[in-house]
């Protein structure tokens, strides 16, 4: 084998091999991450069936045991994905710099194509013939002419869909960025649930002593104590504050007119306000996506707003900003229910502002995710939807926003049924 062969050979089994390492823990992390996103599928219907059971010291330190090893495994697969997603953003990234590289040698070959037909239709069809004494020669020069347009028409087509291509990189880059920043802010809330559950359990602990009883006492006296869940602080985005007896009977109506369940609605919203500590404090010129501009004014001009004056939600570290109201309504979006709104509350313009129109919108675009059928199964696609759009099957984003609100809404239910006496 020669020298340059064997290079090449060694070269490729490199390459090779690098490659297959790769790929071998690319899956060994996907599988991982499956295994744990099965945990917290089973550690989620065995939290439902314990919920469903009588309540009894026992169960209730089962649900914490449980919940804590959910908690562990959402973070330990945050981890995981937001590896994944490091390393897929970095690849896109260089693919980026190469599609950029390719425009512009593209642009560069573009140039001299229209140098060459510049020249070429300089010259007359007379000059053209008598500069060639043969007419071979002069068919000879008109095709090399065609064919520097034909090149020309081509080198354009493969300009246009490496432009195509770059945008459609960039956007999906911008995405995979604003998932990354979720994961992490989940992650904080994740750790805080897992510290959160561990902290319950001991408080329990040490006030029951151990004794069904005591523990027993404990749920008499918590079922008595009405006035302190009808009072309790519920805040919404953008300064919105209210009892939690006020926002039940905003959900309630919501829910009448829409058919989604009012605990699962005042979970969405609850879990809207927390995204972040910067909600309601942006400007639309500085944290919108330029696409929502015109919605925007629509909006603003509608309701006799300032548009310069009123809040939306800041500019993550990545993406767009421009939430509106305290369902967190993009522009565009709230347009496509802004009518329905209206028709239903009777409040016309609607507005992403107030809270009874917010409640419905929110429970409308909820409804169109079978919402309404007021299952488990039906309010978690739900939930996922409405954080993750289409990728809400695939987004493990999607499963842990949505673990959270199922387990915000079970709890806002039992709130609910105190205070109906149930």
């Given at each position: 084998m020669k020298k340059s062969a064997r290079l090449l050979f060694l070269f490729c089994l490199?390459?090779?091999?690098?490659?297959?390492?790769?790929?071998?823990?690319a899956d060994s992390r996907d599988d991982k991450i499956k295994q744990?996103?099965?945990?917290?599928?089973?550690y989620s219907q065995q939290i439902q069936e314990k919920e469903q059971e009588a309540q009894s010291l026992a169960n209730q330190i089962a649900i914490f045991d449980l919940q804590i090893k959910q908690a562990q495994a959402e973070i330990d697969a945050t981890n995981l994905v937001i590896g994944r997603l490091t390393s897929a953003i970095r690849e896109k990234e260089n693919d980026i710099v190469l599609q950029e590289n390719e425009i512009n040698r593209q642009n560069g070959i573009l140039a001299q194509y229209l140098r060459q037909a510049a020249r070429n239709d300089a010259g007359s069809l007379l000059e053209f013939l008598l500069k060639n004494d043969k007419f071979s020669d002069f068919f000879g020069d008109l095709n090399y002419s065609s064919n520097i347009q034909s090149q020309i028409?081509?080198?354009l087509a493969t300009i246009k869909d490496l432009k195509a291509k770059l945008v459609q990189e960039k956007e999906d880059l911008e995405s995979d960025r604003a998932e990354q920043q979720q994961l992490k802010n989940m992650q904080n809330r994740q750790k805080a649930g897992l510290q959160n559950s561990k902290k319950q359990k001991q408080k329990l602990l040490d006030q029951t002593k151990g004794q069904e009883k005591s523990y027993q006492q404990l749920l008499s006296k918590a079922r008595e104590d009405l006035d302190k869940i009808r009072n309790q602080p519920y805040d919404l985005a953008m300064g919105f504050k209210m009892t939690f007896e006020e926002a039940l009977k905003n959900a309630t109506m919501a829910s009448q007119l829409t058919g989604v369940r009012a605990a699962f609605l005042m979970a969405i919203l609850k879990i809207e306000s927390d995204w972040g500590g910067?909600?309601?404090?942006?400007?639309?010129?500085?944290?919108?996506?330029?696409?929502?501009?015109?919605?925007f004014q629509q909006i603003t001009s509608l309701l006799g707003l300032n548009p310069d004056s009123t809040p939306v939600s800041k500019k993550p570290s990545y993406g767009w900003g421009g939430a509106m109201g305290p369902a967190q309504f993009i522009p565009t979006t709230w347009l496509l229910y802004a009518d329905a709104v209206a028709n239903l509350t009777g409040r016309r313009p609607a507005s992403p502002w107030n809270i009874r129109d917010a409640f419905t919108a929110c429970g409308l675009m909820l409804a169109q995710s079978d919402a309404n059928k007021q299952?488990?199964?039906?309010?978690?696609?739900?939930?996922?939807?409405?954080?993750?759009?289409?990728?809400?099957?695939?987004?493990?984003t999607a499963r842990i926003y949505s673990n959270n609100v199922m387990a915000a809404a079970t709890k806002i239910q039992k709130d609910i049924d105190a205070l109906q006496g149930k």
């Open positions: 490199l390459f090779f091999s690098i490659f297959a390492a790769k790929a071998v823990f744990l996103e099965a945990s917290i599928d089973r028409q081509d080198t910067n909600v309601g404090k942006g400007n639309w010129k500085q944290d919108m996506a330029p696409r929502d501009f015109n919605a299952t488990y199964a039906a309010e978690s696609k739900a939930a996922k939807m409405y954080i993750a759009g289409s990728r809400w099957n695939t987004s493990l």
